[in-house]
């Protein structure tokens, strides 16, 4: 493939930046679509070569931001991928409204990272509007972030075109917005003052919060795995206990992360939950990988919450993780694991520190 301006040795190191940098992800077939969209921000910073733009975008904030917002995929669109709104109403606000009933705290603290031009922001803040039978009672804080301070700005703007807008239903749509031109919807003021959005890259230092819902979708799917692993890793230490992630099946954590996290099967997707210090669980080791992957298969196909546990193998063959369960569901998962003839190695009582 011919390009017009840098050497193949350029844009490789050039590209090694970017993933390291901001996790962005250019293959050799995209080069020619990132030469075009980096020539006008090398014209306007004066960049005669590619390394330039490295060096100067570490004292640059303006160029830092021109170079993301130019090289970011930000679509995205109000309830996309419903069954993820399905969950929230129908399994995660229930349990937050009785915790809150026993705790007599009603905070919900939710972050939408990655979240663009906010669409998703919002159509998280309407379920709540829509599933919370007095939201005035509630204390909601709903951020939004991303990368592309474009973006942000846009999300500030809570304006939205038809094509934004087309899974919203009718009814929402009519309570939540209003017309403001030709293709142009704005969410209402008071929407609006419910949410706070702010740029931020997922691989720079988070500031010290906890929440009780995440959403991150659409945001690490090319991200290398040490990235993904590292952010998941940081997103599960901001979960409260009992705490839910949401995040999309193609992005979805490899096995190695979820330590801590229960993997939940709700309207036939996967969520994961940050598992309560505070329960008891049982942790089942297997006597072979075998077993050990048909537990799992088990446990996912009949619905039964579990998380996994790196552990020292017992010997080389053995496997080098256990999976613990509820010390309610125990009963249920040594049925199950009995019926399928699953070979446990020892099951104990486990507190998760
Ligand atoms: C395709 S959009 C997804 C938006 C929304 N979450 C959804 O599912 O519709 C991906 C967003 O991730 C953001 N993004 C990419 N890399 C990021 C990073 N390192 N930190 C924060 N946001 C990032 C992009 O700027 C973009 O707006």
Same mark, same amino acid.
């Given at each position: ?17 970017l993933?390291?940098e901001y996790?962005l ?12 969209r980096i020539?006008p921000i090398?014209?306007e910073f ?7 733009i490295?060096?100067q975008s570490k004292r640059d904030i303006r160029l830092r931001q021109d170079l993301v917002n130019s090289l970011t995929?930000n679509?995205?669109?109000?309830? /996309? ?10 399994? &995660?606000?229930?349990? #937050?409204? @009785? =915790?809150?009933?026993? $705790? ?41 972030s991303d990368l592309a301070s474009d973006a942000i700005s846009r999300? /500030? ?10 899974? &919203?239903?009718?009814? #929402?749509? @009519? =309570?939540?917005?209003? $017309? ?18 702010e740029t931020l890259n997922?691989?720079d ?149």
């Amino acid at each position: 493939m011919m390009h017009k301006r840098f050497s193949p040795n350029e844009l490789e190191e050039f590209c090694c930046y970017l993933k390291q940098e901001y996790g962005l992800s250019f293959s050799p077939e995209k080069y020619h679509q990132l030469e075009n969209r980096i020539s006008p921000i090398m014209q306007e910073f004066s960049c005669r070569r590619l390394s330039d733009i490295i060096i100067q975008s570490k004292r640059d904030i303006r160029l830092r931001q021109d170079l993301v917002n130019s090289l970011t995929t930000n679509e995205t669109w109000f309830f /996309r991928h419903p069954a993820h709104f399905r969950i929230l109403s129908h399994h &995660i606000l229930p349990q #937050i409204k @009785k =915790r809150a009933a026993q $705790s007599h705290d009603n905070r919900i603290k939710i972050w939408s990272a990655g979240c663009s031009i906010g669409a998703e922001t919002f159509s998280i803040l309407i379920t709540l509007l829509e599933n919370l039978e007095k939201p005035q009672d509630w204390n909601i804080s709903l951020i939004g972030s991303d990368l592309a301070s474009d973006a942000i700005s846009r999300a /500030r703007t809570g304006v939205y075109s038809k094509q934004e807008l087309k899974e &919203i239903d009718k009814s #929402i749509f @009519k =309570r939540y917005f209003t $017309s403001c031109g030709s293709d142009c919807y704005r969410i209402k003021d008071d929407l609006q003052k419910m949410v706070s959005f702010e740029t931020l890259n997922l691989l720079d230092t988070w500031p010290p919060r906890k929440f009780d819902i995440i959403f991150c979708r659409n945001v690490m799917i090319y991200f290398s795995e040490e990235h993904k692993q590292k952010v998941t890793d940081k997103f599960l230490a901001a979960l409260e206990d009992n705490g839910f992630y949401l995040t999309s099946a193609n992005e979805s954590i490899h096995w190695k992360t979820e330590s801590g996290l229960k993997k939940l099967f709700l309207e036939n997707e996967y969520v994961y939950q940050k598992a309560n210090i505070k329960e008891s669980f049982r942790l089942y080791q297997f006597a072979t990988p075998s077993d050990l992957l048909r537990a799992l298969n088990i446990l996912n196909q009949t619905g039964v919450t579990y998380g996994l546990e790196k552990i020292t193998a017992a010997h080389n063959l053995a496997p080098k993780r256990a999976i613990f369960i509820s010390q309610r569901d125990s009963n249920r998962a040594d049925e199950l694991f009995l019926l399928s003839a699953i070979k446990v190695s020892s099951n104990h009582p486990y507190k998760k520190n």
